[in-house]
């Protein structure tokens, strides 16, 4: 008999039904077979109403973190295999469900944009070539610039789960890849924008948000830089009023 | 009824550079996608992006115009040269332009972009960063435009996210705007717009293996083809020699860049047994390299049978951590592969369309107002072989070209809002379309209609073709066309219907299939990555032409058009 692998999958269109359920799937296992193969093999063999986001497939366009046997991940990279052919899938949390694995990412995106997530130069373009950057200025870019916005740390983090409002690791990393980027001016400005109520003060530094990304990155540790930045840039205010 | 003056369809980079261009010449751009910006494909390009900065100690002597020739001896002498000569010259332009908007390049010791060697280029050229080039630039372009959309007080820049156009509405040969699908809600809406541009990506998923995002389907190129605009060089598919055994993932070509060597089942580094690879080995352009590695394993010396072993070991864990982190998280999540310890399996797989819809230099399409670029479009820079690097750069240089060309054809349009009467009729007929896909009550299984597909174009126009191969792909594609008219659905909402838009594109793949097998079925001669084993040899008599195709009567028919040629006389290629 050919082996089979089995998918309980949260499945609920906020606009119809009264209360989520889970759907329970058979599907054939073969050698290499993802999470997100899976969900394909689902969505176009077996159920064609099944709803979820995919892209590249490869891990890099964060279109599929979802809860994935008890933690967030991306479900493309992830092996059926190693939930030992027994999947239980669910959104993304903290955001509106829309329907199945489909959640509304607004808050998300509104939070990044929150930030000012683009380069504010404090000097006029070099006259000819690029902004002139050490291999040691740049290493401090590694790995945060990785982030492939995917929300697998907004979903896992819990001060969202309390304040929808509250920024969440990923738009509090990508302000700091802002400011430890030596062309980047707008310290202050990004330092105002990320110490209001909802912003770095609001982290428990429970490190869940570290704990389940899939590049590696490390949150806490940018808010801990930027607590530390907006404290110095508070001082600073206090010891020279405008 | 929505209304723009300047819409870009596809939010990769070319649809994000052209929308940038579009507010550049200071008019609205709206910009439409079938996923989130940061989703598009632009995000999983590894390698880099070639410009002649001379940033590299091997490199000081590169200019634009080498870059040029080497594109075109590349192209096997089917790019059109003023417009690899126009591409290699904003190069620089544009690779700066990304630096000051914030894109993390790798550094040079003195803090210049870092420049790595990459296949068929005669110096060190292609800027990088790590090896997740695609994925830093299409942020950052992500990022100019959400500064753009924040900051304009005009609000010259807005976003559809996971939209789906469907129709693209031309009237007396002006493009009039486009019928999409809310993907989310199942709404089908019109778009007026003075100009489109379509940076919708290429083809890759009409084989079964390809290295591409699952969402690249063809149904841009299907789009503009439905309405009358032709594909071009559309035979001239693009193999990538290092794909990830089983899963075809990109294995970027800055692995042999970097000094990587593929090796067979004898540990041998096989490409020195090749006359057209012998002295470039690894860093030997794509065709000719996946065309060596395919007869490697024909002849019996694949590892296993099978595969190939791209070998990093030697390269030590320092290099590969600092330049090929990625590609090393790949091997392991993907194929359980550490390059640090061992060889990563890899086989030659579909990985990029070098046709597209015809433009000219200028982005222009044979209707008015309707624009192209980036993979989706066919200029033609790449020819019958593009080089790595050219892809990204392409995509930056003609996305701008385009937004800008779009605006100042909207500055010079005597009367604005034209074309929405016709745009409401197309809106009419197209919900009649979809709502029938929709409840289509069918027998056939759009599953099996696209494995079969998968298939037929895997063997029909793979990497090695002849004559009765093509044909027999013709007569699948046809028959899957045929029995794509009777398919069924089984699910009947409207809005996040995966299985309507898994139809939509599937309908798109087998259009354009159709025209890659019949374009190749009609080049008698081998050129670039399109090798006729019946015509193994270039025949620049007959063939140093652009194969263009129209859809007539629900069918691809195909001419040729002839290539811009002027600076330099085609000769062999060797490396």
């Known amino acids: ?242 | 009824m929505q209304y723009t003056e300047v819409l870009v369809v596809g939010a990769g980079l070319a649809g994000l550079r052209a929308a940038i261009g579009v507010n550049e010449r200071n008019h609205k751009a709206l910009v439409l996608s079938k996923v989130h910006p940061l989703r598009s494909h632009s995000i999983a390009a590894q390698g880099g992006v070639n410009a002649a900065l001379g940033n590299h100690h091997r490199g000081v002597t590169d200019t634009p115009l080498k870059h040029a020739f080497d594109t075109v001896k590349g192209s096997d002498y089917l790019a059109d040269q003023d417009a690899a000569i126009l591409m290699c010259e904003e190069a620089p332009k544009r690779i700066y332009e990304l630096e000051r908007w914030g894109c993390p390049f790798s550094r040079t010791v003195d803090g210049k972009i870092a420049q790595r060697p990459f296949g068929g280029a005669g110096f060190p050229r292609t800027a990088y960063a790590v090896d997740r080039t695609g994925h830093v630039m299409l942020h950052t372009l992500y990022e100019q435009a959400v500064r753009f959309e924040e900051y304009s007080e005009r609000q010259e820049m807005g976003f559809l996210d996971e939209w789906l156009v469907t129709r693209l509405v031309v009237d007396a040969g002006v493009c009039c705007g486009v019928v999409a699908v809310n993907l989310l809600t199942g709404e089908v809406e019109g778009i007026t717009a003075e100009a489109v541009i379509f940076g919708t990506g290429g083809s890759g998923r009409m084989y079964a293996q390809s290295t591409n995002a699952l969402i690249n389907s063809a149904h841009g190129m299907a789009v503009a083809y439905w309405a009358g605009v032709p594909l071009k060089d559309m035979e001239f598919i693009q193999f990538h020699p290092t794909t990830l055994w089983g899963t075809n993932i990109l294995m970027t070509e800055g692995c042999r860049g970097e000094g990587g060597f593929l090796t067979n089942s004898e540990g041998k580094r096989f490409l020195a047994d090749y006359p057209d690879s012998q002295k470039a080995m690894e860093v030997a352009p794509r065709d000719i390299t996946a065309r060596n590695m395919t007869r490697e394993i024909l002849a019996g010396r694949g590892v296993k049978g099978k595969y190939l072993n791209l070998d990093l070991r030697h390269l030590g864990a320092d290099k590969i951590n600092a330049r090929l982190p990625g590609i090393r998280e790949i091997a392991m999540s993907f194929a359980g592969v550490d390059p640090i310890v061992d060889p990563i399996p890899v086989i030659p797989a579909q990985h990029y369309t070098m046709g597209g819809i015809s433009t000219n230099i200028h982005c222009e399409t044979e209707v008015k107002g309707f624009y192209a670029a980036g993979e989706a479009a066919c200029v033609s820079v790449h020819g019958g072989n593009r080089l790595g690097g050219n892809s990204l750069l392409d995509t930056v240089v003609f996305g701008a070209i385009a937004g800008w060309k779009a605006a100042d054809f909207v500055d010079g349009k005597a009367a604005m809002k034209q074309g929405m009467k016709a745009v409401e009729a197309a809106v009419e007929e197209e919900r009649k379309v979809l709502d029938a896909l929709r409840n289509a009550a069918g027998t056939e299984d759009p599953a099996a209609i696209r494995d079969e597909l998968g298939q037929a174009m895997q063997e029909g126009v793979g990497i090695f073709r002849d004559k009765e191969k093509i044909q027999k792909a013709l007569g699948t594609v046809l028959a899957l066309k045929g029995r794509f008219q009777d398919v069924k659905a089984t699910y009947r909402g409207r809005g996040m219907n995966p299985e309507l838009t898994n139809n939509l594109e599937l309908r798109a793949n087998l259009d354009v299939a159709e025209v890659v097998v019949r374009g190749a079925l009609g080049r008698e001669e081998s050129r670039g990555s399109h090798f006729r084993v019946d015509f193994p040899q270039r025949d620049d008599a007959r063939f140093l032409q652009h194969t263009v195709a129209r859809h007539v009567d629900g069918e691809g028919k195909i001419s040729f058009s002839p290539v811009a040629l002027g600076t330099w006389e085609p000769k062999e290629r060797k490396y």
């Not at chain 1, 296992?29 to 193969?37: A, F, K, M, R, S």
């Not at chain 1, 000097?123 to 070539?129: H, R, S």
């Not at chain 1, 945060?144 to 990923?170: H, M, V």
């Not at chain 1, 389940?212 to 490390?218: D, F, G, L, R």
């Open chain 1, 1 to 242: 008999m050919a082996a089979t692998c089995r998918f309980s999958i949260f499945r609920h269109d906020a606009a119809a039904d009264e209360a989520p359920r889970f759907q329970q799937y058979e599907v054939p296992y073969t050698e290499g077979l993802t999470v997100l193969g899976g969900l394909i093999h689902i969505q176009q063999r077996l159920d064609g109403s099944l709803a979820f986001r995919y892209s590249c497939r490869a891990g890099v366009c964060g279109s599929c973190a979802m809860h994935i046997n008890g933690r967030y991940r991306l479900a493309c990279e992830t092996q059926v295999a190693d939930c030992k052919l027994d999947v239980a899938v669910r959104p993304l949390g903290h955001l509106p469900i829309v329907r199945d694995l489909v959640v509304d990412m607004g808050r998300f995106w509104k939070h990044y944009q929150h930030i000012k997530p683009y380069l504010i130069p404090g000097t006029p373009p070099p006259a000819a070539g690029e902004y002139v950057q050490t291999p040691d200025d740049r290493a401090r870019l590694d790995v945060i610039i990785d982030c492939i916005l995917c929300a697998s740390c907004y979903g896992a983090c819990t001060t969202t789960a309390a304040d929808p409002e509250f920024l969440g690791p990923a738009a509090l990393a990508k302000a700091n890849r802002f400011l430890v980027d030596s062309r980047d001016a707008a310290t202050e400005e990004r330092l105002e924008l990320v110490s209001g109520d909802h912003g770095v003060w609001r982290c428990h530094q429970i490190f869940s948000c570290q704990q389940v990304c899939p590049k590696s990155i490390n949150p806490p540790g940018s808010i801990a830089d930027l607590r530390r930045a907006a404290i110095r840039h508070r001082l600073r205010r206090r010891a020279h009023p405008e």
